[in-house]
């Protein structure tokens, strides 16, 4: 267990001093701190322009917002942790892979009895922490966002419902470590070892979706799962890649968890990330030491 917990805390040590998972962290954790200004600016802008309608005698519909939920103004974090999380989870993952074999401390390692799911469940368990105090930190931002706006703070119902919901983004992000833990591995190349996994990412979150739906690229910037087209050769082709479109089962688990969005298909949405989670686990735990020796190209 001594190996474990300093294998653990330098990984924690070591994501924190990473450049580039710093970049994309500050830019995480700023949007993320103005996306309920952003919530209730478009809110407000909204119901100003129904009300100057209603007067105008222009409309009989109802406020668009008048039953929103509470936590409304939070629906773009779910875009937040799709295309910026996700980055940062995948930045995360390869760096710990490759700066381990750049600088030959796995051989050093593993020149002693130590065995390699004990290892590897070590880094994924320091950044797992570390992604954890992330999305920590971004919940209190969003909560206390919140309250300024309200002016009064989040009541017990609410406060769990964000709560779950960044719970689910950990979840979600953690696929995506073990992706760039993975490509980490195996890659031949420093460069490919970055690139393969972001261009498996675009896949998952623009081509999946738009297969299944026909949704346009920036319909899938909405906080809120494309609609499947119903009949013909999309429904068909939405039964088999809908399940991978991740980014799409985590908007509707997130829609669940935040009380904006309905409650169909959330069994087969949390199977979609659980079972991709488990299988990048079993992949990764199963990792043979020679792959872990091997030396980078470039």
């Known amino acids: 267990?001594?190996?474990?917990?300093?294998?653990?805390?330098?990984?924690?040590?070591?994501?924190?001093?990473?450049?580039?998972?710093?970049?994309?962290?500050?830019?995480?954790?700023?949007?993320?701190?103005?996306?309920?200004?952003?919530?209730?600016?478009?809110?407000?802008?909204?119901?100003?322009?129904?009300?100057?309608?209603?007067?105008?005698?222009?409309?009989?519909?109802?406020?668009?917002?008048?039953?929103?939920?509470?936590?409304?103004?939070?629906?773009?974090?779910?875009?937040?942790?799709?295309?910026?999380?996700?980055?940062?989870?995948?930045?995360?993952?390869?760096?710990?892979?490759?700066?381990?074999?750049?600088?030959?401390?796995?051989?050093?390692?593993?020149?002693?009895?130590?065995?390699?799911?004990?290892?590897?469940?070590?880094?994924?368990?320091?950044?797992?922490?570390?992604?954890?105090?992330?999305?920590?930190?971004?919940?209190?931002?969003t909560w206390a966002s919140i309250a300024l706006i309200a002016r009064a703070a989040l009541g017990a119902g609410d406060t769990v419902r964000l709560a779950s919901f960044f719970g689910l983004a950990w979840v979600f992000l953690l696929v995506f470590v073990v992706v760039g833990m993975l490509s980490g591995i195996h890659s031949r190349r420093e460069t490919s070892a970055l690139l393969l996994p972001i261009v498996g990412w675009s896949v998952i979150t623009f081509?999946?979706?738009?297969?299944?739906?026909?949704?346009?690229?920036?319909?899938?910037?909405?906080?809120?799962?494309?609609?499947?087209?119903?009949?013909?050769?999309?429904?068909?082709?939405?039964?088999i890649v809908g399940p991978l479109a991740l980014g799409e089962q985590f908007k509707t688990l997130s829609g669940a968890a935040l009380g904006t969005g309905g409650s169909s298909s959330l069994g087969l949405a949390a199977t979609a990330i659980v079972t991709a989670l488990a299988a990048g686990l079993l992949v990764l735990l199963a990792t043979k030491r020679d792959h872990l020796r091997r030396d980078l190209r470039d």
């Open 1 to 141: 267990m001594t190996g474990f917990r300093a294998t653990l805390q330098q990984e924690v040590l070591s994501a924190r001093r990473e450049r580039m998972p710093q970049v994309l962290l500050v830019v995480f954790l700023g949007m993320v701190s103005v996306s309920s200004l952003i919530g209730w600016l478009t809110h407000r802008t909204v119901t100003s322009v129904w009300e100057t309608t209603r007067a105008a005698g222009l409309t009989t519909a109802p406020n668009p917002f008048a039953h929103a939920a509470s936590l409304s103004y939070v629906t773009n974090v779910v875009i937040y942790v799709i295309l910026i999380g996700a980055l940062l989870a995948i930045v995360l993952g390869v760096s710990s892979t490759l700066r381990s074999r750049k600088s030959r401390t796995t051989d050093l390692v593993l020149s002693r009895p130590v065995d390699v799911a004990v290892h590897l469940g070590a880094k994924l368990t320091g950044m797992a922490i570390w992604l954890a105090t992330i999305l920590t930190a971004a919940a209190v931002l």
């Open 207 to 239: 081509v999946l979706p738009q297969l299944g739906t026909a949704a346009l690229p920036v319909s899938l910037l909405n906080p809120v799962a494309a609609v499947p087209v119903q009949g013909g050769a999309f429904a068909l082709v939405q039964q």
